[in-house]
C-alpha cells in the first residue's frame, strides 16, 4: 500500500521556470527521500532528508520536511528540458522497516524548451 | 560493472509458467530490495536481504513469489505458475547497508508481460 499521497499528479512547465512537487505521508519516518525516474525504469536517487532535518539542497532542488504535518516538498529551479520525468517521494519508517521504503504515486513533470 | 544490474530487461511469458528474474547488486552493498511497479499499485515493497540475516518477505504478493540470494551476492525473483496480474516492472535495489541505509541504487527493471 502506498505510504501517502503526492500532488500534482502531473506538472506541465517551461522551460527557466520553478516547479514544486509536494508529498504526504502517514506515519513516523526516519527519513525521506526523493527519487526521480525516466521512461518508466530505474530509479535515480537525488536527495535524503532525515526527520530532524526541515531543509535540504542540492544543487537546483530544494527540499522541505514538515513533520508535524507530516509532509515534504520538492523545488527545482530554472527547470530545464532534460528534467522531464517522474519524481517520487519515498519513505523510510527505521526501526525494524529500515530501508524498505514506501513510495508514493508519484509526479510526472514536463518541462516544454 | 558499476551499478545495479537486472536481467532480462524484458520477458514475456504465458499464464502458469515460471519465471525467474536476477540482480546483480553493486559490489560491496550488503542490503538487496526488490520492489514492483504496476499501473494499478504504483511502487511496492517485496522482499528485502540484509547480509546474512533471515529477509524480510513481508511485502510478497503471494506463495507464488520467492527470492533467493546466494553469496550474499546475486539475487533472483522467482514467479511460480504467473497471473496476469503478474505483469509489472520489478525493480531491483541495493544499499552499502541497511543499518547505515541512506539512499538505494536501483536497477533498470525487468519489465514482465503476462499473456
Known amino acids: 500500500s502506498q505510504q501517502g499521497e503526492e500532488d500534482p499528479q502531473a506538472l506541465s512547465i517551461q522551460e527557466g521556470e520553478n516547479a514544486t512537487m509536494n508529498c504526504s505521508y502517514k506515519?513516523?519516518?526516519?527519513?525521506l527521500q526523493w527519487y526521480r525516474q525516466n521512461s518508466g525504469r530505474g530509479l535515480v536517487h537525488l536527495i535524503l532528508i532525515r526527520s530532524n532535518e526541515r531543509e535540504k539542497h542540492s544543487g537546483r532542488l530544494r527540499v522541505t520536511l514538515d513533520t508535524s504535518k507530516k509532509s515534504s516538498s520538492l523545488l527545482i529551479t530554472a527547470s530545464r528540458a532534460a528534467d522531464t520525468a517522474s519524481y517520487f517521494c519515498?519513505?523510510?519508517?527505521?526501526?525494524?522497516?529500515?530501508?524498505?521504503?514506501?513510495f508514493g504515486q508519484g509526479t510526472i513533470l514536463t518541462v516544454h524548451p | 560493472g558499476a551499478g545495479v544490474s537486472q536481467s532480462p530487461s524484458n520477458k514475456v511469458t504465458e499464464k502458469g509458467k515460471d519465471v525467474e528474474l536476477r540482480c546483480d547488486p553493486i559490489?560491496?552493498?550488503?542490503?538487496l530490495y526488490w520492489y514492483r511497479q504496476s499501473l494499478g499499485q504504483g511502487l511496492e515493497f517485496l522482499i528485502y536481504?540484509?547480509?546474512?540475516?533471515?529477509?524480510?518477505k513481508s511485502g510478497l504478493p503471494s506463495d507464488r513469489f520467492s527470492a533467493e540470494r546466494t553469496g550474499g551476492s546475486v539475487s533472483t525473483l522467482t514467479i511460480q505458475r504467473t497471473q496476469q496480474e503478474d505483469s509489472a516492472v520489478y525493480l531491483c535495489?541495493?544499499?552499502?547497508?541497511?543499518?547505515?541505509?541512506?539512499?538505494?541504487?536501483f536497477g533498470p527493471g525487468t519489465r514482465l508481460t503476462v499473456l
Open positions: 559490489s560491496g552493498h550488503t542490503a
Open positions: 535495489a541495493s544499499s552499502f547497508s541497511q543499518g547505515l541505509a541512506g539512499h538505494q541504487f
Open positions: 536481504f540484509q547480509g546474512n540475516s533471515a529477509p524480510d
Open positions: 519515498a519513505t523510510d519508517a527505521g526501526g525494524t522497516s529500515y530501508g524498505k521504503l514506501t
Open positions: 506515519t513516523s519516518i526516519n527519513n
